[in-house]
């Protein structure tokens, strides 16, 4: 695609439930990153991905959160258990070469209530 | 941790006028980027500093990461309103790191 393209825009869902974010990267960008923003703050770093491996994830907040790319195009976030504490935007972003402009998605605002 | 403070926080300006907004690191900056984002949308990417004393400019913003390396400032010239919107500094850590570290951001308001 044109982009980076980030489903669902918005996700509102219960407490404890499960959830899974999608980001389909710009074709060819072998660099995904997923940040997590909330309100007023800058994003925070979560994970980055290297083809199909996670080569950095250390800013995932805990053993909740996790994330794929199994084909090294399409990545998924997903958080178990959620917590009211979850909810932000989580931003996608690629790359065709590590440390370069990244072009991020429009984010997915998530909601935990 | 490297952190990244932003002045000013927010900013109203009337249309035509110039303004600068600060990012200053409390570390070696290796790699500096300026982002725009506005409400609701993904960070839209303006341009990356790599050398100290570097400036690069499009259209009427001009940023430029100082000598010393940790400090870029973002200049706008005769702005408008479409120059509105949030203006995020990121770094990277260098080493090999491949993650990002954002500032809060400055909000910018332009009024007609």
């Known amino acids: 695609g044109a982009g980076v393209s980030q489903t669902p825009s918005n996700k509102v869902t219960e407490k404890g439930k499960y959830v899974e974010l999608r980001c389909d990267p710009i074709s060819g960008h072998t660099a995904l990153y997923w940040y997590r923003q909330s309100l007023g703050q800058g994003p925070e770093f979560l994970i980055y991905?290297?083809?199909?491996?996670?080569?950095?994830d250390s800013g995932l907040p805990n053993d909740r959160f996790f994330a794929v790319r199994p084909e090294g195009s399409v990545s998924t976030l997903k958080i178990q258990r959620t917590e009211r504490g979850d909810s932000a935007v989580y931003l996608c972003?690629?790359?065709?070469?590590?440390?370069?402009?990244?072009?991020f998605g429009q984010g997915t605002r998530l909601t935990v209530v | 941790s490297q952190e990244l403070e932003q002045s000013p926080q927010s900013l109203i300006v009337q249309e035509g006028k110039n303004l600068t907004i600060n990012c200053t690191s409390s570390k070696t900056l290796y790699g500096l980027y300026w982002y725009k984002q506005k409400y609701g949308e993904g960070l839209i990417f303006l341009m990356m500093?790599?050398?100290?004393?570097e400036e690069k400019s499009h259209e009427k913003i001009t940023a430029k990461l100082d000598e010393k390396k940790q400090q870029s400032s973002l200049h706008i010239t005769a702005s408008q309103p479409s120059h509105a919107g949030i203006y995020l500094c990121?770094?990277?850590?260098?080493?090999?790191?491949?993650?990002?570290?954002f500032g809060k951001g400055t909000k910018l308001s332009v009024i007609p």
């Open positions: 972003a690629s790359s065709s070469i590590p440390n370069t402009e990244a072009f």
């Open positions: 990121g770094a990277d850590r260098g080493a090999g790191s491949y993650q990002l570290t």
């Open positions: 991905f290297q083809g199909t491996g996670a080569a950095d």
């Open positions: 500093l790599q050398k100290g004393g």
